[in-house]
Structures are given as C-alpha cells and as structure tokens.
C-alpha cells in the first residue's frame, strides 16, 4: 500500500465518521426544531430580513412643496377635505414601508412605499368626507407589521372649531 495513501486513511475515516454522526443528528432531531419545509422555502416566502432604520418626522399637513410640508395639523375643520401624512425614513433603503390610514378602528387606507435610499421622504394623501368627523390615525408600518409611528389628528365640524387653528410650522 502506498505510504501517502496509509497517511490519509485516518483523516478520511474522521470525515466519514464526522458526515455519518452530522447527518444522523440533522435526521433525529425533535420535529419542533427542524423542518424541511421551511428550509425549502424560496427566499420570498421566508419573513422579510429588515434594517434597523427610524422615523424622523411624522405628521398630517395640508400641502407638501419641493418634498417638505407646508404646515403640521393636529386639528382640521371639515370645510377642507384634504389631508396628507409625510414622514421621513433614516436608514432603511431597500424596504418597504406602509402608509396605515385609521377612522373609528378601522383601516380605510394602506398604501405601500418603497425606501430607495438611506433619507426617504414619502407622502400619502387622504380625502375626506365632511361627515367623518373624530379622531383619524395614520401609522407607518414597517415589512414585518411593526408601527414605526403612529400620529393623530382630529377632524370636527368647522362650527365646533370656532376659529379655525392655524396650522403650526413643521420643526
């Protein structure tokens, strides 16, 4: 027998060993911990692998211009119809984010936005019916369902409002 092949023997004899002993321990284990199915699933089905990222600014204003609001609204009389929710998104390209619109418990609007680069800002309007009146609720949410921000406006009948607010200027 050659001298290099009697040298090789004990290595070889390990790795069959060591591939016998893992291969057997990766087929007993508790049902609870392994499942093929899962590691088979394409990339797609598995949970979204998310980026530790943060919401700078949230908040409803009346109008957006050149990417920034005009003003910030915590109150709207029901003579104008129109909201926007803008928010600015740190460090979180190559998301997606969500745009959760809320009236009396219920979600009226989900609108999905993808995060291009490492300083978002996205935007989503709402019109609203003059008779809607109470407490709106709108959240960002990031790919696994998680509220990043939540923020709320109350919408009332102008008459009730008295004056109407005047909307504050965004920090």
Known sequence: ???????????????VLW??????????????TYSPAVEAAPAS???????????????????????????TVSVLPNDITRVIYFTEIHGMAGQTITHRWEFNGKI??????????????????????????GEWKASVVDAAGGALSVNTFTYM???????????????
Not at 1 to 15: D, E, G, H, Q, R
Not at 21 to 30: I, K, V
Not at 108 to 131: C, I, Q
């Open 45 to 71: 089905a598995r949970a979204p692998v998310l980026i530790a990222g943060s919401v700078t600014r949230a908040l409803f204003t009346r109008q957006v211009k050149e990417l920034e609001p005009v003003d």
């Open 19 to 32: 591939i016998s002993f893992a291969t057997a321990a990766e087929n007993n284990r508790p049902e609870s």
């Open 108 to 133: 009226v609007l989900e609108k999905k936005h993808e995060v291009e680069s490492s300083r978002w800002r996205a935007y989503t309007s709402k019109t609203l019916d003059p008779t809607w009146l």
């Open 157 to 171: 009948r102008k008459s009730d409002a008295g004056a109407a607010p005047i909307p504050t200027a965004p920090n």
């Open 1 to 15: 027998m050659n001298t290099s092949m009697i040298s090789k023997f004990p290595a070889l004899l390990f790795s």
